[in-house]
């Protein structure tokens, strides 16, 4: 067999992905031609490769449907899946970019690296989803294409890095693989989910793609190490010191749960994620992210009620280092059927949702709060009441009087 990967992805490659399968491989026994389009030789997802194969073990005259149940074409194939991705693999590894994380002596520069540089980098950017697909469809060689996997991260400054280079600058007893799901690289930068472990030093990758949220659910660990979203709860670093915190804080935590007993929110507690940020709120640990409900929230054909069950419960974790979460505790403890307190906490709750990636369910609810706050920070009282418009009453008047004309005409 001889295969070779084109420059440039198909336009319509991704568009009817699961409709059709438009084979690139030309199909020859004992050098006979037989078809061009032989769907049966490679999964869907390697189908943007070309080349030809030639048999000597698959019969001459037959039908199509006869040679595609023929007991060699599934060995045919398997071999072809690996050929294919240790061609790829070899295309990685002769990239001097890929490189980048060995020792200098290892790496010397030549003519044909030149040729060479950053052409695994352009593999990804044509070809990228195709991998991803594969480790969704494909569990038997899901581990190597895993590590055929590129990604930005924290520590990557702007450049692609592998799941082997991010294991290789691991934290002394880190155990997890740590990765965020947004829309974009800057989104995700500014996020107060990576507030701490940016703090400690901590690196995590950025997974922007949508396709990289069902990703995740099939890969679940690579070489030992289990993938951990930040986003969602279950997040470890180092050792837990918020016994005495959680103390101090569980008649905030309390009243405000049952504050936000009607946003289904399941639990409020002592965060171990955050530095400058009050509040952020997670979702469980097998539910949907943010990210995740965003984007079936968009499907055309999506299932509200399967949302709702997958959705999960949501947990607001609070910084009890933060001033705000500082002066509400003790606001709650003087009063905590202040209606002014509800309505803050409850803001502070919306805000927090909002920058946790989630939609707002009721963002004219959000506006009203947020102009009671502006109205008390002018010390503009509650009941100020809007001047009526002159404009609407004169316009309205002469409306009137045209009608009045119209009727003395007729």
Same mark, same amino acid.
């Given at each position: 067999?001889?295969?070779?990967?084109?420059?440039?992805?198909?336009?319509?490659?991704?568009?009817?992905?699961?409709?059709?399968?438009?084979?690139?491989?030309?199909?020859?026994?004992?050098?006979?031609?037989?078809?061009?389009?032989?769907?049966?030789?490679?999964?869907?997802?390697?189908?943007?490769?070309?080349?030809?194969?030639?048999?000597?073990?698959?019969?001459?005259?037959?039908?199509?449907?006869?040679?595609?149940?023929?007991?060699?074409?599934?060995?045919?194939?398997?071999?072809?899946?690996?050929?294919?991705?240790?061609?790829?693999?070899?295309?990685?590894?002769?990239?001097?970019?890929?490189?980048?994380?060995?020792?200098?002596?290892?790496?010397?520069?030549?003519?044909?690296?030149?040729?060479?540089?950053?052409?695994?980098?352009?593999?990804?950017?044509?070809?990228?989803?195709?991998?991803?697909?594969?480790?969704?469809?494909?569990?038997?060689?899901?581990? $190597? &294409?895993? !590590?055929?996997?590129?990604?930005?991260?924290?520590?990557? @400054?702007?450049?692609?890095?592998? +799941?082997? #280079? *991010?294991?290789?600058?691991?934290?002394?007893?880190?155990?997890?693989?740590?990765?965020?799901?947004?829309?974009?690289?800057?989104?995700?930068?500014?996020?107060?989910?990576?507030? $701490? &472990?940016? !703090?400690?030093?901590?690196?995590?990758?950025?997974?922007? @793609?949508?396709?990289?949220?069902? +990703?995740? #659910? *099939?890969?679940?660990?690579?070489?030992?190490?289990?993938?951990?979203?930040?986003?969602?709860?279950?997040?470890?670093?180092?050792?837990?010191?918020?016994?005495?915190?959680?103390?101090?804080?569980?008649?905030?935590?309390?009243?405000?749960?049952?504050?936000?007993?009607?946003?289904?929110?399941?639990?409020?507690?002592?965060?171990?994620?955050?530095?400058?940020?009050?509040?952020?709120?997670?979702?469980?640990?097998?539910?949907?992210?943010?990210?995740?409900?965003?984007?079936?929230?968009?499907?055309?054909?999506?299932?509200?009620?399967?949302?709702?069950?997958?959705?999960?419960?949501?947990?607001?974790?609070?910084?009890?280092?933060?001033?705000?979460?500082?002066?509400?505790?003790?606001?709650?403890?003087?009063?905590?059927?202040?209606?002014?307190?509800?309505?803050?906490?409850?803001?502070?709750?919306?805000?927090?949702?909002?920058?946790?990636?989630?939609?707002?369910?009721?963002?004219?609810?959000?506006?009203?709060?947020?102009?009671?706050?502006?109205?008390?920070?002018?010390?503009?009282?509650?009941?100020?009441?809007?001047?009526?418009?002159?404009?609407?009453?004169?316009?309205?008047?002469?409306?009137?009087?045209?009608?009045?004309?119209?009727?003395?005409?007729?």
């Amino acid at each position: 067999a001889v295969l070779f990967v084109p420059p440039k992805a198909p336009q319509d490659l991704y568009e009817s992905y699961y409709n059709t399968n438009k084979a690139n491989l030309k199909l020859y026994v004992r050098r006979v031609f037989i078809s061009e389009e032989f769907d049966e030789l490679l999964p869907k997802y390697l189908s943007f490769l070309k080349g030809l194969v030639d048999s000597d073990t698959l019969p001459l005259n037959v039908s199509r449907e006869m040679l595609q149940a023929h007991s060699s074409l599934k060995t045919i194939k398997k071999k072809l899946i690996r050929k294919a991705l240790d061609m790829i693999r070899k295309i990685a590894e002769e990239d001097p970019d890929e490189s980048s994380g060995k020792d200098e002596k290892e790496v010397e520069t030549s003519g044909d690296d030149d040729e060479k540089k950053g052409q695994y980098t352009k593999f990804w950017n044509e070809f990228g989803k195709s991998i991803k697909l594969g480790i969704i469809e494909d569990a038997t060689n899901r581990n $190597r &294409l895993a !590590k055929l996997l590129r990604f930005e991260s924290t520590k990557s @400054d702007g450049k692609l890095t592998s +799941l082997d #280079q *991010y294991i290789s600058r691991m934290k002394s007893g880190q155990k997890d693989i740590f990765y965020i799901t947004g829309t974009s690289k800057e989104q995700l930068e500014k996020s107060p989910f990576l507030e $701490r &472990l940016k !703090k400690k030093n901590y690196e995590v990758i950025f997974f922007t @793609d949508p396709v990289d949220e069902y +990703l995740m #659910q *099939y890969l679940m660990d690579y070489e030992g190490k289990q993938f951990q979203n930040v986003s969602k709860e279950g997040l470890k670093i180092g050792k837990e010191k918020n016994k005495e915190l959680k103390e101090s804080f569980k008649e905030l935590t309390k009243w405000w749960k049952n504050a936000l007993a009607s946003d289904n929110v399941d639990e409020v507690k002592i965060s171990n994620r955050l530095d400058n940020t009050p509040c952020v709120v997670v979702t469980s640990k097998y539910g949907w992210s943010a990210n995740m409900e965003r984007i079936m929230q968009s499907q055309t054909l999506s299932d509200s009620s399967k949302q709702a069950y997958m959705r999960g419960k949501r947990i607001l974790e609070i910084n009890p280092r933060h001033p705000i979460i500082k002066e509400l505790r003790e606001r709650v403890a003087k009063d905590s059927e202040d209606e002014g307190v509800k309505q803050t906490a409850q803001l502070i709750y919306q805000t927090a949702l909002m920058e946790s990636g989630f939609n707002l369910p009721d963002p004219k609810d959000f506006a009203s709060r947020i102009y009671s706050s502006v109205k008390s920070s002018l010390n503009i009282s509650p009941d100020a009441t809007i001047e009526d418009d002159d404009d609407v009453e004169e316009t309205e008047t002469e409306s009137e009087t045209k009608d009045s004309a119209v009727k003395d005409e007729l």
